[in-house]
């Protein structure tokens, strides 16, 4: 289906304010209004106003539109996609233009019930995407696919065979209720009810399209671009406007949330933009000193261990953690020393720590083989 150019549908130009479109769309709305006009092509014309507005009247699918061309969905504009044509606004008590126009602009409406032909928004979806655990800090471009319901290509979303379409509900001439009289003993009594024959939509279907059974919708493949920002964390939601499903009368796609999902690591730890490290060191190290290399998502980085630092000592990488996702800069990685006693030391090594323990004026009983700690465990 092609597009039209929703500027030149409402008649404005590209740069038109907001207050510009609307009123273009309030004077050829009323110019097309099925009730008013009964031209030929009145009816496709007020629906085209009617789509161009939904996405101009919107500065932010107007922004997607202007630099994508659509919303971002299926939508095929002016397509006859079910909606306004021909009916008749009985339904909402016969309150003349104003009352009429306030439910399109979203007005009160006062307590009257919801109009079963006016456009709605499809469904909202969910996507659970998984992240590896540099993934979520630096951010990645990926395609994800998913099924959704999609407006019928074959039909355009009406429902009805190519080359026809819907007509107003014979039964009740497009307003979706019918008035039911009930004779009871103090009377005959009205009330309102669905219409039976079209289910609320005011269209009855004579020929139904093959491709969709009438329902205007089809479950598609659906294959999109997902731009991954840096410094996202596990259960964080991100919104994409129009990537839900096809929304019911012409109305809008609903939006798709993307829920990240963040694989742990088996050497990191994170919490927001701050990276945990656990670094062993040896004693030596930690009582004489020494630089080390300690690894960081963004690679090994030399590290001064000072002279005498005791286990559970944290030092701070400045700049070494996860991107902020809001605001800027980027956080540090922890890293917190633990010193390792050797289990298994060789003859030299005893010698050294007995001098060692000399030197320091101790004396220290366990040889190996008297201690009765070695008696009880290492048999
Ligand atoms: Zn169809
Ligand atoms: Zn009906």
Redesign the pocket.
Known sequence: MAEQDLYKVLGVEKDASQDEIKKAYRKLSKKYHPDLNHEPGAEDKFKAVNDAYETLGDPQKRAQYDQFGSTGGQQGFGGGAGGFGGQDFGGFGGGGFEDIFSSFFGGSGGGRRPNPTAPQQGRDLQYEMTLKFEDAIFGKKTNITYNREEQ?E??GGS?AKPGTSPVTCSKCHGSGYIQVQTNTPLGRMMSQQVCDVCHGTGKEIQDK?A??GGS?HTEQSHSIKVTVPAGVEEGQQMRLQNQGEAGANGGPYGDLFIIFRVEPSDEFERDGATIYFKLPIDFVQAALGDEVRVKTVHGDVKMKIPAGTQTGTTFRLRGKGAPKLRGNGTGDEQVTVSIQTPTKLNKGQKEALKTFAKASGKTVAGNGKSSLFDKLFNN
């Open positions: 019928c074959t039909c429902g399209c491709t969709c205007g």
